[in-house]
């Protein structure tokens, strides 16, 4: 059974940084794209980033461009967001996403979702 | 970037009643075009990829249909499990978009 875990969401002040993470188990992590999905509460999803099978292709929304990092490590069948320069613009759910392909395509298995608030 | 316009933003409809969602491209995407279904205080769940191919499992009253600009989904016969947002999601080009997502309630 595919199962996506994240977590590392909290309150952040704005201006701040915060790591997401996201354990990955039920499929070989290695054969496929992730991706990261967000959605402000009682709003509409927004895709934030997208990492290649190998980690060696990274995209980002152009709304994080910059500021926000995604990353892989393969061993550990893990999928990571490193979240800087924090704003009230970034409070939502964030979703890990697992693509159907090892390129872009659909997400087939998304996880619970973790909360990132971002207040003063 | 790729805007999808999804329409109705809301809908309203009676048990067995055949529900119609439409999501326009702003460009040509082909038939690189999802549907995903969200119930509240849940994660999205993929029903429809490539515009037309159900996801094995999802029951047969889900439907997709289009390509290049225009696609459609469709539920032959709404149920009371289906109450929902629906997104439409293109991914012919990056970034990676959603439509606006469609509210479907039971009248």
């Known amino acids: 059974e595919v199962q996506l875990v994240e977590s590392g969401g909290v309150v952040v002040q704005p201006g701040g940084s915060l790591r997401l993470s996201c354990a990955a188990s039920?499929?070989?992590?290695?054969?496929?794209?992730m991706h990261w999905v967000r959605q402000p509460p009682g709003k509409g999803l927004e895709w934030v980033s997208l990492i290649s099978w190998d980690g060696g292709s990274t995209y980002y929304g152009d709304s994080v461009k910059g500021r926000f990092t995604i990353s892989r490590d393969n061993s550990k069948n893990s999928l990571y967001l490193q979240m800087n320069s924090l704003t009230t613009e970034d409070t939502a759910f964030y979703y890990c996403?697992?693509?159907?392909?090892?390129?872009?395509?659909?997400?087939?298995?998304w996880g619970q979702g973790t909360l990132v608030t971002v207040s003063s | 970037d790729i805007q999808m316009t999804q329409s109705p933003s809301s809908l309203s409809a009676s048990v067995g009643d055949r529900v119609t969602i439409t999501c326009q491209a702003s460009q040509d995407i082909s038939n690189y075009l999802n549907w995903y279904q969200q119930k509240p205080g849940k994660a999205p769940n993929l029903l429809i990829y490539d515009a037309s191919n159900l996801v094995t499992g999802v029951p047969s009253r889900f439907s997709g249909s289009g390509s290049g600009t225009d696609f459609t989904f469709t539920i032959s016969s709404l149920q009371p499990e289906d109450i929902a947002t629906y997104y439409c999601?293109?991914?012919?080009?990056?970034?990676?978009?959603f439509g606006g997502g469609t509210k479907v309630e039971i009248k």
């Open positions: 999601q293109q991914y012919d080009n990056l970034p990676v978009t």
């Open positions: 039920g499929f070989t992590f290695d054969d496929y794209a």
């Open positions: 996403a697992k693509d159907g392909t090892a390129a872009r395509s659909h997400f087939d298995y």
